[in-house]
């Protein structure tokens, strides 16, 4: 395949597998798994078929400016989302908090101030801000010693109870996985720290930090133990204050690191600030993690940037603790208060059975991790056909490049695509928007899981288990299959 499409392409060089049928009229309402048939194949389950994917596929597309079906196989059946969840998400979250909407993480004096001294506690006060990191502890910090404080005469506290705190966000991922950190009222680093080993004369010498573009504090609530074995590579051990991890010797080499997923964030950034304090001459006594909203006089603000920054980071990223944190404050703002993931994503399913009428989404957390979540593409295809009024979205999605048949992404593609894409051990999803050669504007969401072969996986298994990707590759390729399917056929 040439770099250069031509629209002549796509209405005869796709071929049999592409053509016309009845089936578009009536199209099938479950998805195609194998089974015996007499009936003809219609033209979008031969294109499936040709796929050789094994498990289910389900897939709606709709005209943007109609808002009518197109073609569909299974639209009314949910399936895993994976990642493309956080396109819903945003849409919530650009609901109920604004586009406009910021973050604030306050240093608040619990009592009086007086020549620079606190006469009381002082409070980091966590608000839900999934971006805060190292930099902006650092000017916190730096701006706490500019408004003149110079010693806290009661105790060092973080507060964390802006929202619920959860162990990980998918407790069926492997322990030391970055992408399933702890999620509470106050991040750092997306709940992630650095772990780095060396080789030195008789061992290793490992370091756990916080490192930014400019800082490399080291952190004590975060320790490394190098245990002469093969397997497990990590085992994880939490206490009152520590996470406690232990490494295998034999999978260290000369050297190293990997950031590890932080199960106590309070505690994390409560000794992150406690060393950039020092620096800046305030000493702060043992952090203590509190829930109670603090009361007092903020003594330095820092403020995120907007929503729809915050969103497009997440949705170009795919950053499941940024998809957890804001899907619960928006539910928060929408006056629930959730004890944990599932409760703030069912929050979000009755929100969008009201707002779209997509009564078959069933979200077990907001970034898509969790594989129990199911979601029908065509009740996606709702949402995106409705938030495509307000004009809010498809900006923030991401370019989806199609590619030719050597893998290389098309850069002068008729078909413009951008879209979330999602991807869990045998599950993969699309969903988005796409423009086509002659500017009609379609709205799209492709499922695909084979849960039998997921289901099988252990839990060491998770992070790269033997055929998922050959599985999602082939998935990746019907993806863009239908795509210039949908392009030929209602492009004009």
């Given at each position: 395949?040439?770099?250069?499409?031509?629209?002549?392409?796509?209405?005869?060089?796709?071929?049999?597998?592409?053509?016309?049928?009845?089936?578009?009229?009536?199209?099938?309402?479950?998805?195609?798994?194998?089974?015996?048939?007499?009936?003809?194949?219609?033209?979008?389950?031969?294109?499936?078929?040709?796929?050789?994917?094994?498990?289910?596929?389900?897939?709606?597309v709709a005209d943007v400016k109609t808002g009518v079906q197109l073609e569909a196989l299974g639209a009314d059946e949910g399936l895993p989302p994976a990642s493309v969840a956080k396109a819903l998400t945003a849409l919530y979250a650009l609901d109920m908090l604004g586009p406009d909407h910021r973050f604030e993480t306050r240093l608040i004096a619990g009592g009086p101030?007086?020549?620079?001294?606190?006469?009381?506690?002082?409070?980091?006060?966590?608000?839900?801000?999934?971006?805060?990191?190292?930099?902006?502890?650092?000017?916190?910090?730096?701006?706490?010693?500019?408004?003149?404080?110079?010693?806290?005469?009661?105790?060092?506290?973080?507060?964390?109870?802006?929202?619920?705190?959860?162990?990980?966000?998918?407790?069926?991922?492997?322990?030391?996985?970055?992408?399933?950190?702890?999620?509470?009222?106050?991040?750092?680093?997306?709940?992630?720290?650095?772990?780095?080993?060396?080789?030195?004369?008789?061992?290793?010498?490992?370091?756990?930090?916080?490192?930014?573009?400019?800082?490399?504090?080291?952190?004590?609530?975060?320790?490394?133990?190098?245990?002469?074995?093969?397997?497990?590579?990590?085992?994880?051990?939490?206490?009152?204050?520590?996470?406690?991890?232990?490494?295998?010797?034999?999978?260290?080499?000369?050297?190293?690191?990997?950031?590890?997923?932080?199960?106590?964030?309070?505690?994390?950034?409560?000794?992150?600030?406690?060393?950039?304090?020092?620096?800046?001459?305030?000493?702060?006594?043992?952090?203590?993690?509190?829930?109670t909203a603090p009361e007092g006089t903020a003594l330095v603000v820092h403020r995120s940037a907007p929503l729809t920054d915050i969103l497009r980071g997440m949705l170009k990223y795919s950053t499941n603790l940024t998809a957890?944190?804001?899907?619960?404050?928006?539910?928060?703002?929408?006056?629930?208060?959730?004890?944990?993931?599932?409760?703030?994503?069912?929050?979000?399913?009755?929100?969008?059975?009201?707002?779209?009428?997509?009564?078959?989404?069933?979200?077990?957390?907001?970034?898509?991790?969790?594989?129990?979540?199911?979601?029908?593409?065509?009740?996606?295809?709702?949402?995106?056909?409705?938030?495509?009024?307000?004009?809010?979205?498809?900006?923030?999605?991401?370019?989806?490049?199609?590619?030719?048949?050597?893998?290389?992404?098309?850069?002068?593609?008729?078909?413009?695509?951008?879209?979330?894409?999602?991807?869990?051990?045998?599950?993969?999803?699309?969903?988005?928007?796409?423009?086509?050669?002659?500017?009609?504007?379609?709205?799209?969401?492709?499922?695909?899981?084979?849960?039998?072969?997921?289901?099988?996986?252990?839990?060491?298994?998770?992070?790269?288990?033997?055929?998922?990707?050959?599985?999602?590759?082939?998935?990746?390729?019907?993806?863009?299959?239908?795509?210039?399917?949908?392009?030929?056929?209602?492009?004009?």
């Amino acid at each position: 395949m040439t770099d250069r499409i031509s629209r002549r392409f796509f209405l005869a060089g796709l071929g049999a597998a592409l053509a016309p049928s009845a089936g578009w009229a009536n199209p099938p309402a479950v998805s195609l798994r194998p089974q015996l048939r007499t009936a003809p194949l219609s033209g979008p389950e031969r294109v499936v078929r040709s796929a050789g994917l094994k498990g289910e596929v389900v897939f709606a597309v709709a005209d943007v400016k109609t808002g009518v079906q197109l073609e569909a196989l299974g639209a009314d059946e949910g399936l895993p989302p994976a990642s493309v969840a956080k396109a819903l998400t945003a849409l919530y979250a650009l609901d109920m908090l604004g586009p406009d909407h910021r973050f604030e993480t306050r240093l608040i004096a619990g009592g009086p101030v007086e020549n620079g001294v606190i006469k009381g506690d002082l409070i980091l006060a966590g608000g839900g801000d999934p971006l805060l990191d190292t930099e902006a502890l650092a000017a916190m910090a730096a701006n706490l010693r500019e408004a003149g404080i110079r010693e806290v005469r009661g105790d060092f506290k973080v507060y964390e109870g802006a929202l619920p705190y959860v162990f990980s966000i998918d407790p069926g991922q492997p322990d030391h996985v970055g992408y399933s950190p702890a999620v509470t009222g106050i991040s750092l680093n997306f709940n992630r720290v650095h772990f780095e080993w060396k080789r030195a004369a008789t061992g290793y010498d490992v370091t756990m930090d916080a490192r930014s573009a400019n800082y490399k504090p080291r952190v004590e609530m975060a320790r490394m133990k190098v245990k002469n074995r093969r397997l497990p590579i990590y085992t994880y051990e939490a206490t009152a204050r520590a996470d406690n991890w232990t490494v295998a010797r034999a999978a260290l080499g000369k050297g190293g690191a990997r950031w590890l997923p932080v199960r106590k964030p309070s505690l994390y950034a409560g000794d992150v600030f406690r060393t950039l304090a020092r620096v800046n001459g305030i000493v702060l006594g043992r952090t203590q993690v509190v829930r109670t909203a603090p009361e007092g006089t903020a003594l330095v603000v820092h403020r995120s940037a907007p929503l729809t920054d915050i969103l497009r980071g997440m949705l170009k990223y795919s950053t499941n603790l940024t998809a957890e944190m804001v899907g619960m404050a928006a539910t928060k703002a929408r006056g629930v208060m959730p004890g944990d993931l599932r409760e703030s994503a069912a929050e979000m399913n009755r929100w969008a059975a009201e707002t779209y009428g997509a009564t078959r989404i069933a979200m077990v957390d907001h970034s898509g991790l969790g594989d129990a979540s199911r979601m029908a593409p065509g009740d996606l295809v709702k949402a995106l056909v409705e938030a495509r009024k307000s004009d809010l979205l498809r900006p923030l999605l991401k370019p989806y490049r199609l590619k030719d048949s050597k893998g290389r992404p098309v850069k002068s593609h008729p078909i413009k695509v951008d879209a979330k894409t999602g991807t869990l051990n045998f599950v993969s999803g699309l969903g988005g928007f796409m423009t086509t050669a002659d500017g009609a504007e379609l709205a799209f969401a492709i499922f695909t899981a084979d849960m039998a072969r997921r289901a099988q996986l252990s839990k060491a298994e998770r992070e790269r288990p033997q055929g998922a990707r050959p599985w999602n590759r082939r998935s990746r390729n019907l993806q863009q299959a239908l795509i210039e399917r949908w392009g030929a056929l209602y492009g004009s």
